[in-house]
């Protein structure tokens, strides 16, 4: 040690001429007995394949999979609502083929939150496949409950904190706690070979939660100065300025209108997932002195979680059944419900049309739809007031007082998000096509550079290295249609059907024939439901006999017998007819029995 440390010139050039001479003789003796070197290159890693099966150019149904080499890991797995365009449509879920023929190389799912557009799938899913459920304790109880529904009881479901890693494979998840309208939301850090992804699930940035615990911008900004390789954010409120108001704001509101509606029966309608929300009612309804009914079955049961597992804190006596709503006055009482979006069959909606049999709605009645319309839910929540108002309740609504909250991040926490995580590429998740690019533009804003942003679709493969990013093959993805027990059963073609009987109704002909001489036994009977009533129609009822005879004569004149040929010459006949006769097109379904 002393040489080094040696600051005399001549001591420390005899200290090198050594050195020298001990490397030149080294030198020589590696040349009089060469040896052969391996040199060992590092093998070129695999890319890391990100795969949307759901959540991209839509609302809902978001469920992500993340692929290295031989194993999968697959984070969220929701459902989606159906639209008007799919009649008798109960739910729509992602088309989980890719993972069914990919089972084995499974090693995890994670869940991020409770909501049903990132839980509600999680049954069908696991009824394919045997993996374990990663997620935090109230979206494990939520889950469990809809397990038990489908009759599934062998699911591995683990409980996590914000801060734990759990290690599958080649990949290792950390838990991150986020604000959202759900308590235990999460983001998830995932350390794979080629870098770190940092998928946000749904959050915004609240300075006051009710839960007292802000998100973790600690722990986001220390991944973000180690290094993000790729960011997946949520763009549900990318087009929205600002930031997203704290869901306190909402307490203050209730605690003002539940003083000036004192001597009403008060009403709250909100997301039946919404638990800091319905705190707050129970809070306020506590200081006015009121007791609590709860009305809907999903409130019902996440009422029941939530209070088992302590998310909610309700008092010995506050909390009655509705069926005992009438032992109390209009004053005692605060009823909250689900219905904020006018669903057909929720509990405000058949209280709007006076069918619900525990709440009659009358004129000393205050009622707060705390919630939003989703887009395309506009006119169901309209008519919902419309009907309420009709029954003389004093109806508040949409932005009439600050009753509702967003639980996502708006442009300018967007931005903060980008800040903070800094990553390399950048992925825009959970939203609709105008979303999405929205969402893409404020990433430019922040610097992130065109080619490392990337507009994806369901089913596309993203590959992703250390330093690049690109789309490849497509996998099998869309959408699933759920009627009752009925998974994927209804396609487009029976949808298409049931529109066009929705839209003209249907006609049957019903005829006895022949089969030796081709006459007409008895009939045509016509039978017609949704087209127009039959008593009332006489005249264009014979009418339609005479067609349906015209065309048997015709083509028995012309020897044709065969069964299928029949049915289309009077489908198409009758179609003709009936379309010049009422510009009307209903379904015709010809039904002819031999004798």
């Known amino acids: 040690m002393a040489n080094y440390k040696n600051t005399n010139k001549t001591s420390q050039k005899k200290t090198n001429n050594n050195l020298y001479s001990k490397v030149n003789t080294a030198k020589k003796q590696t040349a009089r007995k060469p040896k052969s070197k391996k040199v060992v290159k590092e093998a070129p890693k695999s890319p890391l394949k990100i795969i949307p099966l759901g959540g991209l150019e839509e609302i809902g149904k978001n469920c992500t999979v993340f692929e290295y080499e031989n194993e999968i890991i697959v984070v969220d797995c929701g459902l989606a609502f159906p639209d008007d365009e799919m009649l008798g449509i109960d739910i729509v879920i992602p088309d989980l083929t890719y993972l069914k023929n990919n089972k084995e190389k499974i090693k995890g799912i994670f869940i991020t939150h409770g909501h049903e557009d990132h839980i509600g799938a999680v049954p069908y899913l696991l009824k394919e496949i045997d993996a374990p459920v990663y997620s ?42 986020v604000n959202h309208s759900i308590p235990d939301a999460v983001a998830f850090a995932i350390k794979t070979p080629v870098g770190t992804i940092l998928m946000t699930g749904d959050f915004k940035f609240d300075s006051t939660p009710i839960n007292g615990e802000m998100i973790d911008i600690a722990r986001i900004s220390e991944l973000g100065n180690s290094g993000v390789l790729a960011l997946l954010s949520d763009s549900t409120n990318a087009e929205r300025p600002g930031i997203t108001l704290s869901e306190k704001t909402v307490g203050a509101s209730f605690a003002n209108l539940f003083k000036s509606a004192k001597n009403d029966r008060i009403i709250v309608a909100t997301f039946s997932s919404n638990i800091h929300r319905m705190q707050q009612i129970i809070d306020e309804a506590i200081k006015c002195g009121r007791k609590v009914a709860v009305s809907g079955r999903s409130m019902t049961n996440v009422v029941e979680v939530a209070t088992r597992l302590g998310y909610l804190s309700i008092p010995q006596g506050v909390l009655i059944d509705i069926k005992s709503i009438n032992s109390y006055s ?50 169901t929540v309209s008519n919902v007031v419309n009907g309420l108002m009709k029954l003389g309740a004093n109806v508040i609504y949409e932005k009439m007082y600050d009753v509702h909250v967003s639980g996502h991040a708006c442009k300018e926490e967007l931005k903060i998000m980008l800040a903070m995580a800094k990553p390399k590429f950048f992925i825009p998740v959970h ?74 109704g249907i006609i049957i002909p019903v005829m006895t024939i022949d089969s030796a001489t081709g006459e007409v036994v008895s009939g045509p009977d016509i039978v017609s439901r949704g087209f127009v009533y039959v008593r009332e129609s006489e005249e264009l009822m014979n009418d339609i006999k005479e067609t349906v005879y015209d065309s048997i004569d015709k083509l028995y004149n012309n020897e044709v017998y065969d069964w299928v040929a029949i049915k289309t010459r009077i489908r198409d006949d009758l179609s003709r007819f009936l379309y010049e006769r009422t510009r009307r097109s209903p379904m015709i379904l010809p039904i002819i029995m031999e004798i």
């Open 136 to 177: 935090r304790a109230l979206t494990l109880g939520l889950i469990e409950g809809k397990l038990d529904e489908h009759g599934i009881s062998s699911a591995k479901l683990v409980e996590k904190k914000p801060g734990d890693k759990v290690k599958c494979g080649k990949f290792e998840v950390e838990f991150i706690h």
């Open 431 to 504: 939203g609709e096509q105008k979303q999405l690019a929205h969402h893409k533009e404020l990433a430019r804003q922040v610097g992130l550079k065109e080619k490392n942003i990337l507009l994806s679709e369901n089913g596309k493969v993203i590959e992703i290295t250390k330093n690049s990013i690109a789309q490849k093959e497509t996998v099998h993805s869309g959408r699933v249609l759920v009627d009752g027990y009925g998974v994927g059963d209804v396609g487009s073609i029976v949808l298409r059907d049931r529109k066009h009987l929705a839209e003209d």
């Open 330 to 379: 209009p004053h005692q009482l605060v009823i909250i419900t689900t219905g904020s979006q006018g669903e057909p069959m929720s509990a405000l909606h058949r209280m709007a049309q006076n069918q619900h049999k525990n709440v009659t709605i009358t004129p000393n009645d205050t009622i707060i739809i705390s919630a939003s319309p989703i887009p395309g839910n506009e006119k």
